[in-house]
C-alpha cells in the first residue's frame, strides 16, 4: 500500500518505519525543515530502543521517505495517517490545531480516494471535525470535479509504550480501529495484515467509541498508579512495608502486577494529558468525573514527595549537593516531559540546593531544557555524579542503577542518605551497609540505619 503518515514525531516515525518494514510504501511529511532533514541524514532526533536501525534500513531499501512537501504527500498516498501531536491546552483540553491544519492541508490537495487515519490521540468527535474540515475545503476548491471527491475518516489510536515502542507496534495486543464502513476496514486490515497473522487481533467498533478507547485506557494504567501510590503513602504512616502488599495484591489475577509498583508519580506524554483531556471532556458534557480528578491530583503530589522525604531527611537543604540518578520519566527512553526529575531539581535550585545529575539518554534533553546552570552539574556516569555528594535521590529506574555496591554508596554520601523514588534496594541490605534508606511505601522507620 501506498501510505503518508503526517507527523515525525514520536508516533509517526515509529508507525511509518514499523509499516515500511513489512513492505508498504511510506512517505513521513513534517512542516519543521531541519527535523526532515535530520531524518533524510540518518539523525533519530528520539530516542526508542530499534528505531534507528529500523528507520535506516527502510530509508536504504527504498520504503521510507521523508518530505516537507504536502501536496506531494497526498497525492502519492491513499491512506493518510495524522500523526502529528496533540499538546494539552489552558485548560487541559487537547489542543486540535495541528490535527485540523492536516485534515485542511488534505481537503486542498487530495485527487482521488483517501483514507484519513487519526492516529493522534484525540477526544470523542475529533473524527467529525476532521471529516468536516475535510468537506469543508473541497467545497470552496475552484475545480468542479474536486468536490464530489470521495474520502473516509477512521480512528485507529496508537497503544505505544515509550521504550518497547515497536514491540508494540509489531506485536501488541490489539489494533482498534473505528469506523462503519466495509470498504475502510477491507483497507485497513490490508494495512495491518502482517502484523495480524497468527491471530485476528484487529477490533473495529464506532469511530467515537474508538475514541475514547485509548483515553480509558490511558486513564485506567494512571489510576493503577495512583492508587498504589496512595497505598504506599498510607502504608508509611501504618509502619508497613508496601512492597509486600503489592505482592499480596499482585497475586491477585482480577488485578495482576502490572502497574501496581508505587513511586514517585508517573509523567511523559501521554498519561497526564489524556488524564486531563478527559476530565475536561466530561465536564463540558456536564458530567464530574470525580475519580480522574483523584488520579491527577494524587499524581501531583506524589511527584513532589522526593523532595519533601529529602527535606525531612536532611533538614534545611541549602548549600547541599544533590546526586539524581535518572532524568527521564521512565527507563528506555530521553523523554522528561512531566517527569518527576524536573518537580524535584526545580525545588532543590529553589531552596538553594545544587544537582548533580546523571542519565543514561537523557541527558541532552536536560541541557535543552534547563540550558547551563551553575547549580547544575551532568555527569558522565552514575559514579562521578555521587562523588562528593551529600545525599542521592533515584528518579528512574534504569537498569544500569539496579545493581550497585552499596557500601560504596555509604563511603561516598556524606550524609550517607539515599531517597529511592522506584525502591530498587532491599532495605535490610541498605541498612547493613549503613545508608540511610528511604523509599516509597516502604517500612522505613524500623530499617533506616543511623548516621
Not at 13 to 19: E, I, Q, R
Request: hydrophobic share 40%.
Amino acid at each position: 500500500m501506498d501510505i503518508s503518515v503526517f507527523g515525525s514525531g514520536y508516533v509517526g516515525l515509529v508507525a511509518g518505519a514499523c509499516l515500511a518494514d513489512v513492505g508498504h510504501q511510506v512517505i513521513c511529511i513534517d512542516v519543521d525543515a531541519a527535523r526532515i532533514e535530520r531524518l533524510k541524514a540518518g539523525e533519530i532526533p528520539i530516542y526508542e530502543p530499534g528505531l534507528s536501525e529500523l528507520v535506516s534500513q527502510n530509508v536504504a531499501a527504498g520504503r521510507l521517505r521523508f518530505t516537507t512537501d504536502t501536496a506531494f504527500a497526498v497525492t502519492q498516498s491513499e491512506v493518510l495517517f495524522i500523526a502529528v501531536g496533540t499538546p494539552p491546552d489552558e485548560d487541559g483540553s487537547a489542543d486540535l490545531r495541528h490535527v485540523l491544519t492536516v485534515a485542511k492541508s488534505i481537503g486542498e490537495h487530495m485527487n482521488d480516494y483517501k483514507l484519513i487515519v487519526d492516529k493522534s490521540t484525540v477526544p470523542v468527535g475529533t473524527a467529525d471535525k476532521v471529516k468536516a474540515t475535510i468537506a469543508g475545503v473541497l467545497a470552496e476548491r475552484s475545480d468542479t470535479a474536486s468536490r464530489t471527491l470521495a474520502f473516509d475518516v477512521c480512528s485507529n489510536p496508537e497503544f505505544l509504550k515509550e521504550g518497547a515502542a515497536i514491540e508494540d507496534f509489531t506485536r501488541g495486543a490489539r489494533v482498534i480501529v473505528g469506523t462503519d464502513s466495509d470498504h475502510v476496514e477491507e483497507r485497513m486490515r490490508a494495512c495491518y495484515a502482517p502484523y495480524n497473522r497468527n491471530h485476528d487481533k484487529m477490533i473495529f467498533m464506532s469511530v467515537r467509541a474508538a475514541e475514547l478507547t485509548k483515553y480509558a485506557a490511558n486513564a485506567m494504567l494512571a489510576t493503577k498508579i495512583s492508587f498504589m501510590n496512595e497505598i504506599a503513602g498510607l502504608a508509611e504512616r501504618l509502619d508497613v512495608d508496601v512492597e509486600e502488599v503489592r505482592r499480596g495484591i499482585g497475586s491477585d489475577p482480577r488485578i495482576g502486577y502490572h502497574f501496581i509498583y508505587p513511586g514517585c508519580g508517573y509523567g511523559g506524554s501521554c498519561f497526564p494529558k489524556d488524564v486531563q483531556a478527559l476530565e475536561r471532556t466530561a465536564r463540558e458534557h456536564g458530567y464530574q468525573a470525580a475519580l480522574l480528578s483523584a488520579v491527577e491530583q494524587v499524581n501531583y503530589a506524589q511527584k513532589r514527595t522526593l523532595f519533601a522525604k529529602l527535606s525531612a531527611a536532611l533538614g534545611d537543604v541549602r548549600g547541599k549537593t544533590i546526586a539524581v540518578w535518572g532524568l527521564s520519566f521512565k527507563p528506555d527512553t530521553d523523554d522528561m516531559r512531566e517527569a518527576p526529575s524536573r518537580e524535584l531539581m526545580e525545588a532543590l535550585w529553589q531552596a538553594g540546593a545544587r544537582v548533580q545529575a546523571f542519565d543514561p539518554e537523557a541527558m541532552g534533553e536536560c541541557r535543552r531544557i534547563y540550558g547551563e546552570r551553575d547549580d547544575l552539574v551532568l555527569t558522565f556516569d552514575r559514579v562521578q555524579a555521587v562523588k562528593g555528594a551529600d545525599a542521592l535521590v533515584i528518579c528512574t529506574e534504569w537498569k544500569a542503577f539496579r545493581s550497585v555496591d552499596l557500601a560504596w554508596l555509604a563511603g561516598e554520601l556524606s550524609d550517607k542518605l539515599i531517597v529511592d523514588g522506584r525502591n530498587l534496594y532491599d532495605l535490610e541490605s541498605a541498612a547493613q551497609a549503613g545508608l540511610r534508606y528511604i523509599g516509597v511505601g516502604r517500612n522505613n522507620l524500623a530499617n533506616v540505619a543511623t548516621a
